[in-house]
């Protein structure tokens, strides 16, 4: 028994063209093609971070975990569509403070606005712009047992939630400079329907 497309689509509900374009860029660029990246970034960040800590201050571990990836409409200044994607995620970091491991989790959130350029005849091109501080949130979310250390320590922790967030802007910056990057981010739709319509 054969599905007709015209009521498997008529069955699923109408959207708008708008809604149609979000979720192209949704289901295209997912936390799973993400996380690797991500990952890498967070490496690099925490690793670097750790030459300008105090000897008795060094990060042991590490953990990313990928939490949710958002995709906001946004009014670009340069492009009739524009989309933020948000990812947030919680870093586990363990710290050895005076000798002994301690949990520090941070609340991570990446915001990347890309704007969607489209070209003649069915050529969608994601332009994703340099991030800042002002993308990168940062917040330590300290257990009750890090909380009860004396302030002296718990201020030596502030410089490294600067230095993730720093080293995140960095990481992340480099990997949108990549020029895989802009292949990855120009899809040829046509071509793409074309090669669908001709398999057997």
Known sequence: ??????????????????????????????????????????????????????????????????????????????????????????LNLTLRLMGMPVRTPMEVEIRVDVDVHTYAPLTIRLVPLRVGSR?????????????????????RINPLVIAVREGIVRAVNAQLQRPQLDELATIDVLALAEAAMTRP
């Open 135 to 155: 993308n990168i949130r940062v917040n330590a979310a300290l257990p009750a047992e890090l909380r009860a250390l004396p302030t002296s320590l718990l201020d």
């Open 1 to 90: 028994m054969t599905t007709d497309p015209a009521s498997t689509a008529a069955d699923s509900g109408r959207i708008s063209y708008q809604t149609f374009g979000e979720n192209f860029i949704r289901h295209l660029v997912t936390v799973p093609r993400l996380r690797a990246e991500i990952e890498t970034a967070l490496r690099e960040t925490v690793e670097g971070s750790t030459a300008a800590l105090p000897k008795d201050l060094l990060v042991a571990d590490y953990q990313f975990q990928p939490r949710d990836l958002h995709i906001d409409h946004r009014e670009p200044d340069d492009a009739e569509v524009g989309f933020t994607l948000r990812l947030t995620g919680l």
